[in-house]
């Protein structure tokens, strides 16, 4: 008996670890996939469409770049090559030649592989008229090359090739927003696991009982036996995004009680992506039979303004110009612009004006994800009266976006106003802006 119980606790043990390394194997070809399509199909447009003939980026050894899972190779613990250096190179033709210095290319992706110390001599041999190097004073992805590389660096190339030098950051975000097919498949599966698992999570809320953390530790399990992880593990040492009380006031820490409306803010870590969404719900008071009606029509009146602004972000427009035709397509629908700075109480102040008054107020923050679920970090335009660093970036086909706003709406069961956050993930084609996942249509019911 003990034997035949060996026999099948190993056999067990055999299968978990079959199956974890196909799930290893399998995401391993998918990023592979992606990179090899991304260099051949992408790079060539997002370096010629900013004029740049070669591109250098430069990875210190021991350092995670922001462009490691991108670009592929194995750069990291070379103790001999403190510095290596990828570059991609414009010699005509439907491709870019690529080239990896002090490192190896451990999946066969680039042409020429070599030391760091043949730099000058594989540039002198291209003579590039325009150098993109990895520096942005705005984005962080592009900006990872240290003030030592930038010496190293301008050492080795010299005067006349140092004079060529600019910043990499529009060839970066061209090359990150513009997607292949199976990017698009990738962030959409992580996407679809989360929403079901969110949904599901709240549901299991027992008022008086359960705590955010109960329901946060709960769909963080789920998550990673499915390979998913949550989009700041370094940032919070793997702690999980909670649910918490968002109105009438917020418990600290403390259990759901009756009469709470939830909301649920959070994003997701899967291969080279991260994805930003929020779900809500409300646990009925004793003797409720549903939603209270000013909360439902709140709700209401966000899903009128989705609809409208959905019709209003298009290919070829820039941010500034898609806000501002936004603001006028919503307050001739009846709504009423309270913009945010994101700094002071400008929302607020604007919301409290509004009174009691039946108009609903508005503001939205379009902000770029996909690779990050933070806009901020994210390459691309971001669509937001705050965010006027990206206010001139045009919105590109397979933009893929948080389709993030509030709401505010007068609910006379609270006697105060409320803000609502919609938002959810989605992608702009030439067709217009198509959701990701299904969108929050509902406030889930937690009786």
Known sequence: MKKSLLAVLLCSISLVSAVAAQESKRNYEIMKLIRQEKLDLILPGAMRDNDVDMWIHVVESGRMDPLALDLGGWTEYRAWEPASYYIFTDRGGDRIERIILGGEDVDGFYD?????????????????????????????????????????????????????????????????????????????????????????????????????????????????????????????????????????????GGVFERGSFIMWDMGVGYLNFGTDIKRYGYVLKEGEKDIPQGLKHAWERGKKAREILKKTIKVGRTAGETHDAIVE???????????????????????????????????????????????????????????????????????????????????????????????????????????????????????
């Open 112 to 252: 020429v592989e070599g030391s760091g110390n043949d730099l000058l001599s594989l540039v002198t041999e291209r003579n590039p008229k325009v150098i993109a190097i990895n520096m942005s004073k705005s984005l962080g992805i592009a900006n990872g090359l240290s003030h030592t590389s930038y010496l190293r660096l301008v050492n080795a190339l010299g005067n006349k090739y140092t004079k060529r030098l600019t910043s990499a950051e529009n060839v970066i975000t061209d090359f990150r927003v513009r997607r292949v097919q199976r990017e698009i498949t990738a962030i959409s599966h992580a996407l679809e696991i989360q929403r079901q698992v969110m949904e599901a999570a709240l549901k299991r809320i027992k008022p008086g009982i359960s705590t955010p953390e109960d329901i946060g530790w709960w769909a963080a399990d789920q998550l990673l036996a499915q390979g998913i992880g949550p989009s700041y593990q370094a940032a919070t040492l793997f702690l999980p995004y909670m649910p918490f009380t968002y109105m009438p006031e917020e418990t600290a």
């Open 329 to 447: 397509t919503l307050e001739a629908a009846g709504f009423v612009s309270t913009p945010s700075d994101d700094r002071t109480s400008q929302y607020t102040d604007l919301m409290i004006e509004l009174g009691d008054s039946d108009k609903s107020g508005f503001s939205v923050d379009l902000h770029t994800t996909g690779n990050m679920s933070v806009g901020d970090a994210a390459a691309g335009a971001q669509i937001a009266p705050w965010r006027s660093d990206r206010a001139h970036l045009k919105i590109q086909p397979t933009h893929i976006f948080a389709f993030e706003f509030e709401i505010n709406t007068w609910i006379p069961e609270w006697n105060k106003r409320a803000s609502i956050n919609f938002e959810d993930n989605a992608i702009v084609t030439h067709n217009g802006v198509e959701y990701l996942s299904p969108v929050n249509e509902d406030i889930i019911v937690i009786r």
